[in-house]
Nanobody
Framework: QVQLVESGGGLVQPGGSLRLSCAAS????????MGWYRQAPGKQRELVAI???????NYADSVKGRFTISRDNAKNTVYLQMNGLKPEDTAVYYC?????????????WGQGTQVTVSS
């Protein structure tokens, strides 16, 4: 079992910043990638950003230039620095980790943390 604990969400004004954290623990063989997804009410879940074990990153077009994903491998923790927040960023943000040596990998999810951007 792998557990993911998220923190850092909250209420922020447009243009503000937040940093989300996600710490993984449990039976982890190998973390291939960690990422952040978000889901707003009435909308589908979407990928926000991912970072691979090799350090490669990928971002949704809507957050490029504003969000930065990073990780601390020693702590099995992934971060999402969110700058220049917009109301459309309002959503529940979920951490995801892909674990395994070979495909198919196993996916695990955090509990979700609410991010609200409003004046």
């Amino acid at each position: 079992q792998v557990q993911l604990v998220e923190s850092g969400g909250g209420l922020v004004q447009p243009g503000g910043s937040l940093r989300l954290s996600c710490a993984a623990s449990g039976s982890i063989f190998s973390i291939n990638a960690m990422g952040w997804y978000r889901q707003a009410p009435g909308k589908q879940r979407e990928l926000v950003a991912i970072i691979t074990s090799g350090g490669s990153t990928n971002y949704a077009d809507s957050v490029k230039g504003r969000f930065t994903i990073s990780r601390d491998n020693a702590k099995n923790t992934v971060y999402l620095q969110m700058n220049g927040l917009k109301p459309e960023d309002t959503a529940v943000y979920y951490c995801n980790v892909a674990v395994g040596v070979l495909r198919p990998f196993n996916d695990y999810w955090g509990q979700g943390t609410q991010v609200t951007v409003s004046s």
